[in-house]
């Protein structure tokens, strides 16, 4: 069973999406920029992360120019709003480590909680790189969240429909 006082800040959609999928929703207090998923879930939800790069306003071209400008220069295009991350308290804060282009870089994010939120949150890197590493991502966050019969119930009924579609049903 999860602790009441869990706060988790998910700096990944897809770990967002997995959180509220085996129940820890109410322990969600802080999302990325790019958390839309469920809407009910991040509608209120402290947005902890910042980009230069904004779809809306940029074109192909410009994106392009800054992501590749973000790499020569060894500059992340992602950051951490350190005084709403502050906000959250939290105590487990799930992020990755394989792509600094694609968000927060892990050792951006491990300083940053700790200069932030001192020793307290547990700061978990999930990167699943396949199906069958998706599932053992669910798995994890089950385990350190204290919601493993949910996350097997989840992974179970995932395998299930991937075995219909293999069915052809």
Do not use: W
């Amino acid at each position: 069973m999860a602790d009441d006082s869990m706060r988790i800040v998910s700096l990944l959609p897809s770990i967002t999406e997995i959180i509220a999928a085996v129940g820890l929703h109410e322990q969600l207090v802080g999302i990325t920029h790019e958390c839309d998923f469920p809407p009910l879930v991040v509608k209120d939800l402290s947005v902890v992360t910042t980009t230069e790069i904004s779809p809306h306003t940029m074109s192909q071209d410009e994106i392009n120019t800054a992501v590749n400008g973000s790499l020569m220069n060894g500059h992340s295009l992602y950051g951490l709003d350190e005084a709403m991350l502050a906000k959250t308290k939290a105590t487990h804060v799930f992020t990755q480590a394989l792509c600094d282009v694609c968000a927060v870089s892990f050792t951006k994010v491990a300083s940053t909680c700790t200069k932030i939120l001192g020793d307290n949150p547990h700061v978990v890197s999930l990167e699943p790189t396949s199906l069958e590493e998706v599932f053992t991502t669910i798995s994890v966050v089950g385990k350190v969240c204290g919601k493993e019969d949910e996350a097997a119930s989840l992974t179970a009924t995932l395998r299930g429909k991937l075995r219909l579609i293999g069915d052809g049903e």
